[in-house]
């Protein structure tokens, strides 16, 4: 069987490091934020929460929408290669 070759560019192992530790300190500071809301820091929890929407909006959802279409795109594309499994 030949090997189909993708138009997508191969991530590197720099690149998965970069987004895991992303992950992690983005999951920290939630943690984070919901710590000091127990311990009644109320307007701590909203500032950090804003800016975590913040981020995700300005940053990120543009780059995650992107993802969801090319999935998609991959998924739909290849009937033959979803009727296999």
């Known amino acids: 069987m030949a090997r189909e070759k993708s138009n997508e560019p191969k991530a590197r192992l720099g690149d998965t490091i970069f ?17 000091d809301l127990f ?4 307007i701590r929890f909203a500032v950090l929460m804003t ?16 993802e969801i279409r090319r999935k998609r795109s991959a998924g ?10």
Not at 19 to 35: S, T
Not at 39 to 42: A, N, P, Y
Not at 54 to 63: D, F, G, P, R, S
């Open 19 to 35: 987004a895991i530790v992303h992950l992690l300190l983005v999951v920290a500071l939630v943690v984070f934020a919901f710590i």
């Open 39 to 42: 311990q009644g820091h109320v």
């Open 51 to 66: 800016a975590l929407v913040l981020y995700y909006l300005l940053v990120l959802h543009k780059a995650v929408l992107k």
């Open 76 to 85: 739909t594309s290849s009937p033959a290669k979803n009727a296999k499994r």
